[in-house]
């Protein structure tokens, strides 16, 4: 029972950290019809400028210098680099695969390619017991975050002005504009609030796995995808249902069949999910 009870737990942060990642590339794609593969570089823009910064500021206001880092690089990479083509899909792609590439060759000229260890709050270093399980802190903080993480963004989209932009550009971005709303302002924020919600896991995913590399960002990205795909492009729900479902799948296989078996079992989750439902779990099903 406590093994499962771990397990269980540690999946559900392991999701919570997909989920926050997800969350904004879902947003990015719904709106703008991005697929903005150098999202794993504002996870590694957050994480790195907490490490560095924490020895100055104290770890609370590191964290916060880190989202407003990775926020402020994700709109000046809208702004700078994908405005200009988002009617031009193949350009996107290479951009944002060149920049994610050229993110982690700066950032390993700047501080190595070596891991370093990644500074956290005491309380996550402890261990609480849940049904005779021992489970780290760390995994009640990065479910807290996500809870309210996901909280947040609902009502962001419900009840304020941008939000009803952005829900209306994610079901008909032609109509948005038919109707003379610019929505370029309601991109440059999407692409702010998937930074920021990308540093915050890049710094609770340091906590984490007690480091972080160059190279961090781009291999939870691939799981990210998979969420997205999994929940259905645009939908911030369908992201945190996936993400659940993917990252404790994950564990359980991980622990109970061969090594490695657990990212087979996530592909093979996803190609399921593309061949009964390619919308994805809360996507609207293709009509003829």
Sequence with gaps: MSTVVLLTLTGLGLAALYFLIASGL??????AGVLNFAHGLFLSVGAYVTWWAEPHLGLPLAVLAGVVAAAATGALVELAMIRPLYTRHTEQVLVT???SLAGVALLQSIWGADARVFPSFAFT???TTVLGAQVPDDRFLLIGAAVLVLAGLLAFLRFTRYGLVIRAGVENRNMVKALGIDVRNAFTLVFAIGGALAGLAGILGGMYFTSISPGQGGSLLIFAFIVVVIGGLGSVTGSAVAAVVVGV???FVNY???SGAGDVS???LLAIV???RPAGIAGKAATA
């Design 249 to 251: 799948l994950q564990q």
């Design 256 to 258: 109970y069949g061969v």
């Design 125 to 127: 270093r402890n261990v």
């Design 97 to 99: 695969v060149g920049l």
């Design 266 to 268: 996530v592909v093979a």
């Design 274 to 276: 593309l061949l009964l």
């Design 26 to 31: 879902s947003l990015v794609f719904g709106l």
